[in-house]
């Protein structure tokens, strides 16, 4: 299973980025995905979940600012994420779940960092 991240980089505050995460070795479509970050000294923390039904949830903060989607043809998930601000500065991470008649399956990608100047 491989969940390869994407986009990261350096932005202005008020800018945006769009995250991609391509996934090979699981039924992406079967799957939940997230994408999560940790800021440096910070816990991570979820930013944004995709149901397998498309079903959208989001942190608090960064409501209204972020938007998740996904391509099943692709099996990519992406994450747009716009009026970027200092403190989205973190490595962000793609996370694929499934609860499947009690087995879990969780995979993680490797992470992308973004920063946000002020």
């Known amino acids: 299973v491989q969940l390869q991240a994407s986009g990261g980089g350096l932005v202005q505050a008020g800018g945006s980025l769009r995250l991609s995460c391509a996934a090979s070795g699981i039924m992406f479509n079967r799957y939940n995905m997230n994408w999560y970050r940790q800021a440096p000294g910070k816990q991570r923390e979820l930013v944004a979940g995709i149901t397998s039904g498309g079903n959208t949830n989001f942190a608090g903060s960064v409501k209204g600012r972020f938007t998740i989607s996904r391509d099943n043809a692709k099996n990519t998930v992406y994450l747009q994420m716009n009026s970027l601000k200092a403190e989205d500065t973190a490595v962000y991470s793609c996370?694929?779940?499934?609860?499947?008649?009690?087995?879990?399956?969780?995979?993680w990608g490797q992470g992308t960092q973004v920063t946000v100047s002020s």
């Open positions: 996370n694929a779940y499934r609860l499947y008649f009690g087995n879990k399956n969780d995979y």
